[in-house]
């Protein structure tokens, strides 16, 4: 497993080999450079989710010259954790990320808002892949879409009718109110 700084790539070969009118008589294709990395995770967190420090992050994919500088396109895999947003409950899972990201020499505010800037002849690829696995990080986890939530006997996330008040007769037991929104019953608005 490689550091971090590893997925800094030095492109100035690639760049060299190939000129612009090179570049629009040779089929899409003929000048990547197959790159793979696998590094090892460190502070990748948002309040809900994580990849955990320590997890194996894979980097495969393709660095290409484009008109405009360096195109890189590569699958990133890891594995998340967070606590389900209903029950608490550890959840982990894969994650798969698809990338298409250009380097550019000189990134100016009129250049695509996906565009990263080159340091010369280098290129930060981490950068990147780290930038993206935070946007991929569930804001709300879930374990399951049936998630009933902690204890669904005491604190049901729907009201359900049972044989009684279905005929008809009407039930005066509210269902037990969650602690943590007993509080809210407390709310009063003064209607002036």
């Known amino acids: 497993m490689t550091d971090w700084s590893d997925l800094r790539v030095d492109v100035g070969r690639l760049r060299q080999r190939d000129n612009l009118a090179d570049l629009k ?19 990748l967190e948002i309040t809900t989710a994580r990849i955990p420090d320590g997890a194996t992050v894979a980097v495969d994919g393709v660095i290409d010259t484009a008109m405009a500088g360096i195109e ?24 798969e990320i698809d990338l298409a990201v250009s380097f550019l020499a000189n990134v100016s505010e009129d250049d695509d808002a996906d565009a990263y800037p080159m340091d010369g002849d280098i290129i930060d690829v981490g ?17 399951a879409d049936g998630c009933a939530g902690a204890d669904p006997e005491r604190f049901p996330t729907s009201i359900e009718t049972d044989s ?29």
């Open 25 to 43: 008589k040779r089929p899409q294709g003929d000048a990547t450079r197959p790159f793979a990395a696998e590094v090892t995770a460190k502070g």
């Open 72 to 95: 890189v396109r590569a699958r990133v895999t890891s594995m998340w954790e967070g606590e389900c947003r209903r029950c608490l409950d550890v959840i982990s899972e894969p994650l």
């Open 127 to 143: 950068e990147v892949v780290r930038e993206e696995l935070m946007l991929a990080l569930p804001l709300t986890p879930l374990c």
């Open 164 to 192: 009684s008040t279905a005929d008809g007769d009407e039930s005066d037991d509210d269902p037990p109110i969650d602690p943590r929104w007993a509080a809210l019953s407390e709310l009063r608005f003064d209607e002036d």
